[in-house]
């Protein structure tokens, strides 16, 4: 996987640019998400859900998260999902991407941290997890 080989070599603090000027507006400046994020819009999409431990993002692997970001929510539910988040693969190199989902990660705590990294193993490690 392409993004795999990035990730040691981005500085998340690169991506905090970044994410304030593509991310933030829907996300929150604070990755907090839309006020009521767990509620569908009227027109029946979700808003943006936040990028700090109290959302989902850390339940992710890194290559589910490079994929929703870099060709949109839609590359992996289907092309007849209605979102409103972008793809980003126009706008943003693969290192953006990378850079900033590595500021996204750097801000969770310890125990959001080392789930999403077994959520980077293959499904057989993760069942031998204690
Ligand atoms: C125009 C608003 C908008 C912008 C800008 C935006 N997003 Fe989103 N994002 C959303 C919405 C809405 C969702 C919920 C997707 C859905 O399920 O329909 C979402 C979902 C996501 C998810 C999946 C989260 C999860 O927990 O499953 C990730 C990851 C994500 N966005 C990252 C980003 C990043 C990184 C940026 C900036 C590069 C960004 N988004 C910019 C609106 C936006």
Same mark, same amino acid.
């Given at each position: 996987?392409?993004?795999?080989?990035?990730?040691p070599l981005?500085a998340p603090?690169?991506?905090?640019?970044t994410?304030?000027e593509h991310?933030a507006?829907?996300?929150g400046?604070?990755? @907090?998400?839309?006020?009521?994020w &767990? &509620?569908?819009? *009227?027109?029946?999409?979700w808003?943006? *859900? *936040?990028?700090?431990?109290?959302?989902?993002?850390w339940?992710?692997s890194d290559? &589910?998260?490079f994929q929703i970001v870099?060709n949109?929510? &839609?590359?992996i539910?289907?092309?007849?999902?209605q979102?409103?988040? *972008?793809a980003f693969a126009?706008t943003?190199?693969?290192r953006d991407?990378?850079?900033v989902l590595?500021?996204i990660?750097s801000?969770?705590?310890?125990d @959001?941290r080392?789930?999403?990294e077994l959520?980077?193993r293959?499904?057989? @490690?993760?069942l031998?997890q204690?």
């Amino acid at each position: 996987m392409l993004a795999a080989s990035f990730w040691p070599l981005v500085a998340p603090s690169d991506g905090r640019a970044t994410y304030a000027e593509h991310c933030a507006g829907c996300h929150g400046a604070n990755l @907090e998400g839309a006020p009521d994020w &767990q &509620q569908r819009l *009227p027109d029946g999409r979700w808003p943006p *859900p *936040p990028h700090d431990a109290t959302g989902h993002t850390w339940h992710h692997s890194d290559a &589910q998260l490079f994929q929703i970001v870099r060709n949109g929510p &839609q590359s992996i539910l289907g092309p007849q999902y209605q979102t409103d988040m *972008p793809a980003f693969a126009g706008t943003l190199s693969d290192r953006d991407i990378a850079t900033v989902l590595a500021y996204i990660k750097s801000t969770w705590p310890p125990d @959001e941290r080392a789930y999403q990294e077994l959520m980077n193993r293959p499904p057989a @490690e993760r069942l031998q997890q204690p």
